[in-house]
């Protein structure tokens, strides 16, 4: 990309606001290296990249990369063996610890929003926490080593406090018994030895070595003979720390060296991650998007902005290109935006193709081309000299010599500042070989010769930015397909010029001048029209949208109420069908009872006629039931084994593991229980996402409405071995403590069944034959984990 686009397009204060946002130096350093990339390919990697940092930013706030710094001058010394000062190894520490910490960071489960590239990237950061709780540990700060550092270190520490302590002591002793020979009752340091401030004229009466004397030469600093060899012993014990600190230095640089590929990688890596979320978070703050890139050559930039100018001012435009035209020529009034607009085209390119997000909006679409170049000067000014126009064309020569169909080229003002004609009629000519080339290109102009150029050429298209007669203002809006009106007239009578100027004005201009002027004021007109109605169109359709997102989530409440009222009514009629078992079984017990007693026969018709009347009760019931259940679902009409199947009855997913016999049986696997059921109860099963969704409701329908107890009366040994399956599982979750398992006296090959069960069971934690008071043997009461 050359130069002068990027400074006329001033993509370096761009980067300097990117700047900003970047925690190192180094970070800072990618920055000023970042130019557009060669490929489209780079460019979408780069701006997906921005795009999940933004992500990450919204969804798990900033990155762990406090006390961050850029490490590569350490990391670089290290390599080469050297040893580190405290403040690099400090930075290294602090590098390792935010790596460590990013991994945290980007950690996910399986079910949540993956960040493929940044993840890829962080791939390589390796966790080395021994070196860094080292480092920690012996460095407190840049000027000060732990007492931890090394045992040697702390005992050398402990001898200079007692030492010091001693000659503090030492030294008080002295000022006291010498008080009349000093200037002050203190004492003070010199090179790190204690000395007191002795008058000059009784330096004989003090005996020891002098080290300083003040300004005056009233004073001297005299070191005490008496204390000369406490301070030797505490200078060689400074000496000692001295050096037992350089080789804590060279130890824990050594171990940096042992590990540099690691910590080397580290450092890149980290460096990368703070220049990418340093382009999520001036994203953030522009409000940017991630465009799509295509490399056709076509752009559509939805409603955007010039990044430098305060959003509150900037007026939104809608600028495209590429697709039914490939030169767009702008015309309209000074200080109408046409520059700005102009400039926001090519530097959102730029942005774009440098993998930072354009202030614009969703859907927006840019093109990578290998090229932008850019002939912007002062469009402002009044007078253009010769100077200037020589100036501009100098800039077009280097252009035409090398723009391609893979460029994108922006023009202000051509052919500006010469004779109008020629100046015109060059204009033309320079956008007319270069469209030849099929170059992109966006001018601005004054010329009306340029109107009527781009209205008869195919593949030019005219746009202008639209202006306010009233308010005798520009409203910055690009209106595109539309040429420029000059409104010089009807701007002259607003600022009070007489109509009798105005109609002189327009009968020097030709007729079909005027004409085209008012066919302009008109499309003008219709298309202000024409986006009003669209910008209402837009607004009801996301009205429409809203009521639609309304009223599925209240269906979705309607299903959610339907199912748990269907569970409810499902578990009410089992009850009501294993309390009327309960009813049968007591009823026949007791008229066996009656026939051992010796009954006659018309009693025993009556029993006959009772127990024929339970039969059909139970049988209507058990029919109801069937069928209220088998209502729910698709049957199944081609079975293969191994196949998933739903069972009502059971409420429960099965695998079918046998084929149908003369019954119409099949043997189907639920959970660790194999069963019999009738191919003709089994429904098709429901898809695994819509099983988890059911499955997650009905726990939380189930959790409140466990019962303490499950009555087997009446099942088989492997019919209540699956139930009481279920029910623990029910239990478990529901947060149950004790529950009680009713299975009756009987053979006892029910209970013997149901406590080989118990024993291997994951949700039990012991279980024992009620007591008197909870059913005795008939029972059995089980503590769950």
């Known amino acids: 990309m050359n130069e002068k686009a990027l400074r006329v397009l001033e993509f370096n204060k761009i980067k300097e606001e990117l700047k900003k946002y970047c925690v190192t130096s180094g970070g800072k350093q990618l920055v000023d290296a970042l130019k557009p990339y060669d490929s489209a390919y780079e460019v979408k990697e780069h701006l997906n990249e921005t795009r999940e940092a933004l992500a990450l930013l919204t969804k798990k706030g900033n990155p762990p990369f406090e006390g961050l710094h850029d490490t590569t001058e350490a990391v670089v010394r290290a390599e080469k063996g050297g040893s580190l000062s405290p403040s690099q190894l400090l930075r290294i520490a602090q590098m390792l610890r935010a790596s460590r910490r990013f991994i945290e960071y980007i950690s996910r489960k399986d079910d949540e929003e993956e960040f493929y590239l940044i993840e890829n990237l962080a791939l390589g950061l390796t966790p080395i926490k021994k070196l860094e709780d080292n480092i920690f540990t012996a460095i407190i700060s840049e000027e000060e080593i732990s007492d931890k550092a090394s045992q040697a270190l702390y005992g050398i520490r402990r001898s200079l406090k007692e030492k010091n302590s001693s000659v503090r002591d030492k030294v008080n002793s002295i000022i006291r018994s010498n ?154 009034p000074n200080t109408g935006g046409k520059t700005v607009t102009l400039k926001t085209v090519g530097l959102l390119h730029i942005m774009g193709m440098s993998g930072l997000l354009i202030p614009a909006k969703e859907n927006s679409t840019i093109s990578f081309y290998e090229e932008v170049f850019v002939d912007i000067g002062d469009e402002q000014s009044i007078e253009q000299s010769l100077s200037t126009f020589s100036s501009h064309m100098t800039n077009i020569v280097e252009i035409m010599k090398v723009a391609s169909s893979k460029s994108l080229v922006l023009f202000d003002e051509l052919g500006a500042g010469t004779d109008p004609t020629e100046g015109a009629a060059l204009a033309v000519s320079i956008l007319e070989t270069l469209r030849e080339r099929s170059c992109k290109i966006v001018a601005t102009t004054h010329y009306s010769e340029l109107k009527g150029y781009a209205l008869r050429t195919q593949g030019v298209e005219n746009a202008s930015v639209e202006f306010d007669v009233e308010t005798l203002r520009p409203t910055y809006r690009l209106l595109i397909g539309i040429p420029g009106k000059s409104n010089a007239f009807e701007i002259s009578r607003r600022l009070g010029l007489t109509n009798d100027i105005i109609d002189k004005a327009k009968n020097l201009i030709s007729s079909e001048t005027l004409e085209f002027e008012d066919l302009i004021q008109s499309l003008q007109d219709k298309s202000v029209k024409a986006e009003k109605d669209a910008r209402e169109a837009e607004r009801l359709k996301y009205e429409a949208l809203k009521l639609k997102e309304k009223y599925s989530d209240k269906m979705e409440k309607i299903e959610s109420v339907r199912e748990k009222a269907y569970a409810e009514a499902r578990r009410d009629a089992k009850q009501i069908l294993r309390e009327a078992k309960e009813e049968s079984d007591e009823i026949l017990k007791n008229m066996r009872e009656l026939e051992r007693m010796g009954i006659s026969s018309d009693a025993r018709r009556m029993l006959e006629e009772e127990r024929s009347k339970l039969r059909n009760k139970m049988d209507t019931a058990e029919s109801k039931l069937q069928k209220t259940v088998q209502n729910k679902g698709e049957e199944i009409t081609k079975v293969t084994l191994g196949m998933d199947a739903f069972l009502p009855s059971l409420n429960q997913n099965v695998i079918i593991i046998s084929m149908p016999d003369n019954k119409g049986e099949v043997q189907v696997e639920a959970g660790i229980m194999k069963i019999k059921a009738k191919l003709k109860d089994l429904r098709v099963s429901k898809s695994y996402k819509e099983e988890k969704k059911k499955a997650k409701r009905e726990v939380k329908l189930n959790m409140k409405q466990v019962s303490s107890s499950v009555d087997l009366r009446g099942l088989d040994a492997e019919e209540a071995c699956y139930v009481v399956d279920k029910y623990l599982d029910d239990a478990y979750v529901g947060g149950l403590g004790e529950v009680t398992v009713i299975h009756g006296n009987g053979t006892g090959i029910l209970r013997k069944s149901i406590n080989d069960m118990l024993k291997k069971h994951p949700h039990v934690k012991s279980y024992r034959l009620g007591a008197y008071g909870e059913g005795g043997s008939g029972v059995t009461m089980v503590t769950l984990k």
Do not use: W
């Not at 200078?235 to 050096?243: G, I, N, P, S, V």
């Not at 910590?263 to 409000?287: P, T, Y």
């Open 179 to 332: 008080s009349k020979y000093l200037q002050d009752n203190l004492y003070t340091m010199r090179g790190d030895r204690y000395v007191i401030p002795v008058k000059a004229e009784y330096k004989s009466m003090v005996p020891g070595l002098v080290h300083d004397q003040s300004s005056t030469g009233a004073t001297l600093f005299i070191e005490p003979m008496s204390l000369v060899n406490l301070n030797n012993e505490i200078k060689e014990l400074f000496l000692k720390e001295k050096a037992e600190i350089e080789r804590i230095l060279q130890e824990l640089s050594s171990a940096v060296y042992g590990s540099i590929v690691s910590v080397k990688q580290n450092s890149k890596i980290m460096l990368e991650l703070d220049f990418i979320f340093a382009k999520g978070k001036h994203g953030s703050s522009i409000e940017g998007i991630c465009p799509n890139v295509n490399e056709e050559g076509a752009f559509d930039i939805i409603q955007g902005r010039h990044p430098l100018i305060d959003r509150k001012k900037i007026v939104p435009s809608d600028v495209y290109l590429g697709r039914e035209f490939t030169s767009l020529v702008v015309t309209g």
